[in-house]
């Protein structure tokens, strides 16, 4: 595949791979409910520590944001 199918295929696993995280979540949060706020609480933690590292990561073993139309910055502009 190249150009436009590859294009939509990648989005397509990507709905696909987020709604599977989402609902992964949800289980773990339905499951370990136990009438108090701490399971979401933690589960909200873990995911804001988990975002960082995985941007992090992304850019060390790629060199570049995960996203170029989003960075306004003069910093990554040559990247374009």
């Known amino acids: 595949m ?3 199918g590859a294009r939509r ?10 709604t599977l995280v989402a609902a992964g979540i949800g289980v773990w949060i339905g499951a ?5 706020l701490v399971p979401l609480t933690f589960t909200i933690a873990g995911a804001g520590l988990v975002s960082p590292a995985t941007v992090s990561l992304g850019i ?5 944001p995960a996203v170029l ?4 910055t003069t910093r ?3 990247l374009r």
């Not at 295929?9 to 987020?18: A, P, Q, R, V």
């Not at 060390?60 to 570049?64: I, K």
């Open 76 to 78: 990554w502009s040559h």
């Open 32 to 36: 370990s409910h136990d009438g108090t």
């Open 9 to 18: 295929s990648g989005i397509g696993m990507f709905g696909f791979l987020t």
């Open 2 to 4: 190249s150009g436009d």
């Open 69 to 72: 139309g989003m960075m306004s």
């Open 60 to 64: 060390r073993r790629f060199g570049q």
